[in-house]
């Protein structure tokens, strides 16, 4: 049951719920969700920290900046929701709203923005 309630509690915050459902679309950078999210750095790795350790998510390091992609391995809980999300997220106009920011900002991304 704890397991159970450690990976609920990792999508306890809206601010989590938008980052998963983000990640659902493709590996990201920090700086990839601090300006979509409109978040300081800070913010954003203290909410990835949690959502690594409850399980949701992954990341590697290239040089200063740590990328994040949701855990395709996670526990059966983990998966079900994430197979989940597409239809939950559907019509949702915070999802769509952070959907449309993320093409402007990677579209307008230049190659030197996540390098050391």
């Known amino acids: 049951m704890e397991n159970i309630a450690e990976a609920f509690k990792g999508l306890s915050e809206p601010v989590r719920v938008r980052i998963i459902a983000l990640l659902y679309l493709g590996e ?3 700086c990839d969700l601090m300006a979509v999210l409109d978040m300081p750095q800070s913010t954003i790795s203290r909410h990835l920290s949690y959502l690594k350790r409850t399980g949701w998510t992954l990341s590697r ?4 900046w740590v990328y994040y992609r949701w855990n395709g391995n996670a526990g059966r809980l983990q998966r079900d929701v994430l197979d989940m999300l597409p239809e939950w997220l559907a019509g949702n ?3 769509a709203a952070d959907r449309n920011a993320l093409a402007v900002h990677l579209k307008n991304k230049t190659e030197e923005a996540c390098s050391d």
Not at 61 to 64: H, P, V
């Open 28 to 30: 990201l950078c920090v």
């Open 93 to 95: 106009k915070e999802f």
């Open 61 to 64: 390091r290239k040089g200063k």
